[in-house]
């Protein structure tokens, strides 16, 4: 693996670790004091917050499973890019690693894209950061695989 190369994957698999590290912990929906995630939500009025679960929003049981699974699988992506990266400083090529990392963000993929779609709704109801940091670590975490299998020998 070339000094660039090496670079390149270590950087991007870093930057996937952080992106979905943050974005599980990070509210996907916000509505004037209330946020939404895959933690479940979080309610400050008159200056005193609580954190709830996600059963006051009436989605369906499938909805509050694709949020564990949402968050565990960005939890599983991010300690497999952490693992790739130190792989990769290390100076080893790990095609083991970059494989499972690739099944680990379509993984990710699946189930939050599920969570975002069977979204329950609420009026006046934005996507927050956190959708778009996961949406980051998809990206980010695809594209340091793919350096990582390109740049083995043959």
Do not use: K, N
Request: aromatic share 10%.
């Amino acid at each position: 693996m070339e000094s660039r190369s090496r670079w390149i994957s270590l950087a991007l698999g870093l930057l996937a670790a952080s992106a979905f590290a943050l974005a599980v912990q990070i509210a996907w929906w916000h509505v004037a004091e209330v946020t939404v995630g895959p933690f479940g939500s979080r309610h400050c009025f008159g200056g005193e917050c609580r954190e709830t679960g996600l059963a006051w929003l009436d989605g369906s049981e499938l909805w509050m499973r694709a949020a564990v699974a949402t968050r565990a699988a960005g939890y599983i992506a991010m300690f497999i890019f952490v693992v790739l990266a130190g792989a990769v400083a290390a100076r080893r090529v790990p095609l083991l690693v970059a494989r499972a990392s690739i099944v680990a963000v379509l993984t990710a993929t699946a189930s939050a894209v599920y969570f975002i779609a069977a979204f329950p709704g609420l009026p006046e109801a934005s996507l927050g950061v956190g959708a778009f940091l996961f949406a980051a670590g998809i990206v980010a975490g695809i594209a340091a695989a793919i350096v990582v299998l390109r740049s083995a020998p043959r």
